[in-house]
C-alpha cells in the first residue's frame, strides 16, 4: 500500500498487517462498510486467487442423481416432509451425463444427492463411482455430496474411486445447527464425518450457507475460522435462500437481496485471503440473487464452477430453494452459457484436467 491509498485501502492493509489473522481481523473485514471497502477487498481477494491458484477456473459438472432424503433439515426444499415429486436417476442416466462432461472437458463430476445411507443406495453410488473410474480413468475427478455416511460407507466409495467428498458444516455455532436441524442431527457427528473423510485421504469441502435469520458476522467469521481449523481443501458456501414449502423459510420475504448478495461475496474474499490456496466454488445460489452472482464470485476469490449437468426433467425437481436459476436449461446450453461467463471476466477455462486443490498437494 502506498500514500496515494484511499482510506479504505489503508484500513484494510492495517488489518491485513496484522501478525495475527485471527477472529477480531476477520470480523474487521467481514464488516468493513462501503463501496471502497468492498472493492478493495474483492482486489486483493482476487490478487491472493491470482497468485496462488492462478487465472484458470476449474469446471466441475453437478449431476444430481436423486433428490430422495431421509433428512427433515428445517431449511431444505427436498426435505424429507418436503411434497414434491421423488426421484432417482438410473445407471445409464448418470454415466451418460458423466459421459457427456468428459466429451465436454470438464475434467470432475460431482454427484450429489439427498441422504440415504439405506444397503440398497450405498451399494448403487459405490457401483456407480467404480463404473466411472474405470471407464474415465484416473485423470478424471469424482465427487460425491451425498451427506453423512459410516465410515465403512465413506471408505467402500472412497476404494471404488471416489477421491472428493462435500459436506458443508453449514455453520459453525452449535445453537445454530440445533436451531436449522431436527434432533436426529448432531454437530458433533457431522464434524466427525469430516475427520473420517480427511482420515480415509479425500479431498475435503465443507462450507456454511450464510445469511439465514438469527446469523450474525461473529458466527460467519467463526465459521471462516473453522473450515481454516479443519485444514479443509474446498470450500463451498453460498447465500441461504428461503424455500416457501420448509419450516425455515415458510415466512421469509424477499429483500435485501443486494446486500445478501454483498456479505456471500465478501464470505468468499475474506476465505480467500484466509485460505489462499483452497479451492473455492462460485456456487448457483449466487446467481439465484443477481445474474452474474457466480462471475462475481470469481472475481471475488473463488477458482471454481460447477455447471448443472443433471437433465432438464429431473432438474425441476432439485430445488433446495425458491428461484433456482437455469431450471429449464440443458447441460449443452449450460456448457455454451458458462463458457461465456468466463471469457466475460478474462479468464480461461482448464479444460480436461481434475484441478485438484493445490492446498490438497501441500497438507
Ligand atoms: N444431502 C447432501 C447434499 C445435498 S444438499 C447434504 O446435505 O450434504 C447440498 C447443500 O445445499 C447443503 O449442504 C446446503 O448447504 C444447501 N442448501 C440446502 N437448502 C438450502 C437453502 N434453502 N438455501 C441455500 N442453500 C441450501
Ligand atoms: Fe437432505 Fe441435504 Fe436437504 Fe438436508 S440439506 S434435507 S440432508 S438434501
Redo the contacts with the bound molecule.
Keep these: 500500500m502506498s500514500s496515494s491509498d484511499t482510506p479504505a485501502e489503508r484500513m484494510i492493509g492495517r488489518i491485513l498487517a496484522r501478525p495475527e489473522f485471527g477472529r477480531a481481523e476477520v470480523v474487521a473485514l467481514l464488516s468493513a462498510g462501503g463501496a471502497e471497502a468492498d472493492d478493495t477487498i474483492r482486489r486483493l481477494a482476487y490478487e491472493v486467487k491470482r497468485a496462488h491458484v492462478g487465472p484458470q477456473v476449474y469446471l466441475r459438472g453437478l449431476v444430481e442423481i436423486s433428490n430422495v ?1 431421509a433428512k427433515n ?1 428445517l ?3 427436498i426435505r424429507r416432509d418436503a411434497r414434491t415429486p421423488r426421484y432417482t436417476m438410473s445407471r445409464r442416466e448418470i454415466l451418460g451425463c458423466v459421459r457427456w462432461i468428459g466429451e465436454a472437458g470438464y475434467g470432475s463430476v460431482v454427484l ?4 440415504r445411507s439405506d444397503p440398497r443406495f450405498v451399494a448403487f453410488v459405490e457401483s456407480i463411482v467404480a463404473s466411472i473410474r474405470r471407464t474415465m480413468g484416473d485423470d478424471f475427478g469424482i465427487t460425491l ?3 453423512e455416511q459410516s465410515f465403512e460407507t465413506y471408505l467402500r466409495w472412497r476404494q471404488a474411486g471416489a477421491h472428493r467428498y462435500l ?2 458444516i ?1 455453520t459453525s455455532s452449535e445453537s445454530l445447527y440445533r436451531q436449522l436441524h431436527p434432533l436426529d442431527h448432531s454437530f458433533g457427528g457431522r464434524v466427525q464425518c469430516l475427520e473420517d473423510l480427511q482420515d480415509l485421504g479425500y479431498q475435503v469441502g465443507s462450507g456454511v ?1 450464510i445469511g439465514f435469520p438469527g446469523q450474525t458476522i461473529e458466527d460467519l467469521a467463526d465459521d471462516l475460522l473453522f473450515l481454516r481449523s479443519i485444514d479443509v481443501d474446498m470450500i463451498g458456501m ?6 416457501h414449502g420448509t419450516p425455515l ?1 415458510a415466512n421469509a420475504t424477499d429483500d435485501d437481496r443486494e446486500s445478501r448478495l454483498t456479505l456471500a461475496l465478501r464470505m468468499i474474499s475474506v476465505a480467500r485471503l484466509l485460505m489462499p490456496d483452497v479451492n473455492i466454488a462460485a456456487t448457483t ?1 449466487l446467481q439465484a440473487l443477481h445474474p452474474m452472482g457466480r462471475e462475481m464470485g470469481l472475481l471475488a476469490g473463488a477458482n471454481v464452477l460447477m455447471p448443472v449437468v443433471t437433465p432438464p426433467e429431473h432438474r425441476r425437481y432439485y430445488v ?2 425458491d428461484e433456482r436459476p437455469c431450471v429449464e436449461e440443458s447441460a449443452e446450453e449450460c456448457r455454451a452459457c458458462v463458457a461465456a461467463r468466463i471469457a466475460s471476466i478474462g479468464e480461461s477455462a482448464a479444460l480436461g484436467v481434475r484441478g485438484d486443490p493445490v492446498h490438497f498437494a501441500v497438507r
Excluded: D
Excluded at 112 to 115: C, M, R, T, V
Excluded at 238 to 243: E, I, Q, T, V
Design positions: 432424503c433439515c431449511y431444505c426444499g450429489q444427492a439427498g441422504e455430496a451425498c451427506g459436506l458443508r453449514e450457507m453460498g447465500p441461504y435462500l428461503a424455500h423459510g445460489a433446495l430453494y
